[in-house]
């Protein structure tokens, strides 16, 4: 015979949930009004690090660690049209902050804020003179005669570019995050721009470049309902104080994005988009045909299956466009933002790269 419910067991349980809920109720009430306020900002890009090289707005970091156990050093070459914060979000939710705990020696090449100085910069600006710069800085630092090279979203294209530009570059391994190469698939304000719908000239600001704010609407136009879902998500999460830190940090990164260098654009736009070289091969810079089957390195590419900046379908194709005779792909279920902070990040992504970096490095202990 089954037993009767407990009526003071059900009773406690009710009233339980209601104090739970209250308490709850209090913690959003007051998150809500800090949020709305603009207070107690989250700190971001917080490991310690030293500006070791310049070259107009463009600046060459240098993470601190007392423990270098691996080499060569690890240069990061982030996009050129967002914060590269997003490496370095929190403490705890860093990806520099684990690499330097794995005893890598970190230097980020960060392209700071584009001007009017910067409109004519083309992509063989990045490719054939800041990357080669920063290399050559770091192993002057280093001592080293290679460097691992790791390039982030479009900064992927851009080590890929300088790797099928330079098979001679002192660079030991690869790897791209996020990096697309199949630009049909790059959503609606791609297929715009490719269509000649909208010529990039229409798109620049005084300044020669592409503002933010269309670099901002484009990304919004990819998930049209996201904003509506973020601020659901944010209203069920508001009592946890490490969500809502998390949430500031994320989607203060999500909207911070910076100008991006006119002439670099219409180059993306031209041989990119409306080309596809890098699907078609046809692709040149400085004058220079370039191949992505001339990348011979050993690489490394990481995609995400939910990236809505960057399909699964437009990074895809990497893996069999490029030479390299040792070559690697990491598929997630993970968004843009996923494959380098949070779980997925933490448990997977990173410890992968780690795993890549370390087969292809020495170590010492």
């Not at 330079?166 to 190469?181: E, G, Y």
Request: hydrophobic residues 40%; aromatic residues 6%.
């Amino acid at each position: 015979m089954a037993s009767l419910p407990n009526p003071l067991a059900a009773l406690e349980h009710i009233r339980s949930e209601v104090e739970r809920e209250v308490r709850r109720g209090a913690l959003r009430a007051r998150n809500g009004i800090r949020l709305a306020a603009g207070t107690d900002p989250v700190g971001v890009g917080q490991s310690p690090k030293d500006v070791v090289w310049r070259a107009g707005r463009c600046e060459l970091w240098h993470y601190r660690n007392e423990h270098v156990t691996v080499s060569p050093p690890l240069l990061i070459v982030f996009s050129l049209i967002s914060r590269s914060y997003i490496l370095d979000l929190t403490p705890g939710n860093s990806f520099v902050e684990k690499l330097v705990a794995a005893g890598f020696d970190v230097y980020l090449l960060d392209w700071g804020e584009p001007d009017e100085r910067d409109a004519q910069n083309r992509l063989e600006d990045y490719t054939d003179d800041y990357i080669p710069s920063a290399l050559r800085r770091v192993q002057e630092l280093s001592g080293a005669d290679e460097v691992n090279l790791l390039g982030y979203c479009f900064g992927g294209v851009l080590t890929l570019l300088h790797a099928a530009h330079h098979p001679d570059s002192p660079v030991r391994s690869l790897t791209v995050m996020a990096t697309p190469v199949d630009f049909r698939h790059m959503g609606p304000l791609g297929e715009v721009f490719a269509s000649g719908g909208l010529g990039i000239d229409t798109v620049l600001d005084d300044n020669g470049n592409v503002p933010p704010r269309i670099i901002l609407q484009g990304f919004r136009s990819l998930t049209p309902i996201a904003e509506v879902t973020r601020y659901v998500n944010l209203w069920d999460k508001l009592w946890s104080d490490e969500y809502v830190a998390a949430y500031q940090a994320m989607t203060g990164w999500s909207t911070d994005h910076i100008p991006f260098p006119g002439a670099a654009a219409r180059e993306t736009v031209d041989m990119l988009l409306r080309d596809n070289g890098m699907v078609t091969d046809r692709l040149t810079v400085g004058g220079d045909p370039v191949h992505l089957a001339d990348v011979r390195v050993p690489l490394l590419t990481v995609l995400a299956s939910r990236d809505h900046i960057v399909p699964e379908p437009a990074a895809a194709p990497l893996i069999d466009l490029v030479g390299s005779p040792d070559r690697h792909e990491l598929r997630l279920n993970a968004g843009h933002i996923g494959l380098v902070v949070g779980r997925t990040a933490a448990k997977t992504t990173i410890p992968t790269i780690i795993d890549f970096l370390l087969t292809r490095s020495e170590v010492t202990r």
